[in-house]
C-alpha cells in the first residue's frame, strides 16, 4: 500500500467527486491520505473529512499565507488537534515568495506552533517558499531539534545544503510531482540521496501534477507517479520504494492506525 502524505482533499476542487476519487486513490492502492489544514476554520472541515472517509487522517494548524494571526489562535489550534484522527501539526511554516503575510507575523505564527507540536509530542508539516534560512533556523532553535520523528519538510524544493541541514535535525523530507518534470534533474538528485527511511511521497493535490498528467488537476491516485520515479531515481524496485516510503510515514505520523 502507498501513503499520500500531503493532499489537500478538502478543496472546492474535488467537490463534485470528491468520494470517486478516493475510491480511485484505494484501487490505486492508497492506503492513508493525510489532509493538512490551512486555518482554523478548515481545520474543521478537515476534520469532518476524516470522519468520512476511513482513509483519510488530518493536519491542524494556520499556513504562512493565511493573514490575521493571532497568538489565541494556538488555543483553538491545540483544541483541533485534540481529534482521534489528527497526525500532525500543519501546514506552518514560511512563505516568502507570495508576500501575503508579512515575514515577522510568519515567524511568529510558526515559532509557536513548532511549540506547540513539542508540547503536544506531535510531528510538524512544514510549508517551505524560498525561506530556507529562516526555516532552517527555526527549526533549530525550536524544542523538536534533535527529537525523534520531528517532522517532514514536505514537497522538498530546496537545495542539497537544506536538506542536509534538515536531514541531521531528524527531518523528513517529502516529495511531490516535479520530481517527474524534464527539467528537475537537481531535485531529482536530491531525491536520489536522501537516506532511505527519511523519504515521504505526497501529491500536494489539487497542484504539482506529475507527469504524465501535469496540467489536469492532481489527486491522490497519482502518488504512485512520484513512487516510480522515485524507484528510478534510486535504483531500487517500485515495490521497494512503496514499502519504504509507507514505513516511513507510519513512523512519523505515529498516531496513524491500520494497514497503509
Known amino acids: 500500500m502507498l501513503i499520500d502524505t500531503h493532499c489537500h482533499l478538502d478543496f472546492e476542487r474535488f467537490d463534485d467527486d470528491r468520494a470517486a476519487v478516493a475510491a480511485r486513490a484505494q484501487t490505486a492502492g492508497v492506503g492513508r491520505i493525510i489532509v493538512p489544514a490551512l486555518d482554523l476554520g478548515n481545520g474543521r472541515a478537515v476534520l469532518h473529512l476524516s470522519e468520512q472517509f476511513d482513509a483519510v487522517y488530518a493536519a491542524v494548524g494556520v499556513h504562512p499565507n493565511s493573514p490575521g494571526w493571532q497568538d489565541n489562535w494556538i488555543g483553538a489550534v491545540r483544541d483541533l488537534a485534540q481529534h482521534a484522527k489528527v497526525v500532525a501539526i500543519g501546514?506552518?511554516?514560511?512563505?516568502?515568495?507570495?508576500?501575503?503575510?508579512?515575514?515577522?507575523?510568519?515567524?511568529r505564527a510558526f515559532g509557536l506552533q513548532l511549540q506547540l507540536a513539542a508540547e503536544l509530542g506531535l510531528p510538524v508539516i512544514v510549508h517551505n517558499r524560498e525561506a530556507s534560512d529562516d526555516v532552517i533556523a527555526m527549526l533549530a532553535e525550536s524544542p523538536l531539534n534533535g527529537r525523534p520523528q520531528p517532522g517532514v519538510l514536505h514537497s522538498f524544493s530546496a537545495d542539497w545544503q537544506t536538506a542536509v541541514a534538515a536531514l541531521d535535525m531528524g527531518f523528513y523530507l517529502g516529495f511531490t510531482g516535479p520530481i517527474t518534470f524534464k527539467k528537475a534533474a537537481e531535485l531529482r538528485e536530491i531525491a536520489s540521496r536522501v537516506p532511505a527511511d527519511r523519504v515521504l511521497v505526497e501529491t500536494d493535490a489539487p497542484f504539482l501534477t506529475p507527469h504524465p498528467h501535469r496540467g489536469k488537476r492532481n489527486e491522490?491516485?497519482?502518488?504512485?507517479?512520484?513512487?516510480?520515479?522515485?524507484?528510478?531515481?534510486?535504483?531500487?524496485?517500485?515495490?521497494?520504494?512503496?514499502?519504504?516510503?509507507?514505513?516511513?510515514?507510519?513512523?512519523?505520523?505515529?498516531?496513524?492506525?491500520?494497514?497503509?
Do not use: C
Not at 233 to 249: D, H
Open 91 to 107: 501546514e506552518i511554516g514560511l512563505d516568502y515568495y507570495w508576500d501575503k503575510v508579512p515575514k515577522p507575523a510568519q515567524q
Open 220 to 260: 491522490p491516485a497519482y502518488v504512485a507517479f512520484v513512487v516510480e520515479k522515485l524507484a528510478e531515481v534510486r535504483g531500487v524496485e517500485t515495490a521497494v520504494i512503496a514499502q519504504q516510503t509507507s514505513a516511513n510515514a507510519h513512523q512519523l505520523f505515529s498516531r496513524m492506525k491500520g494497514e497503509g
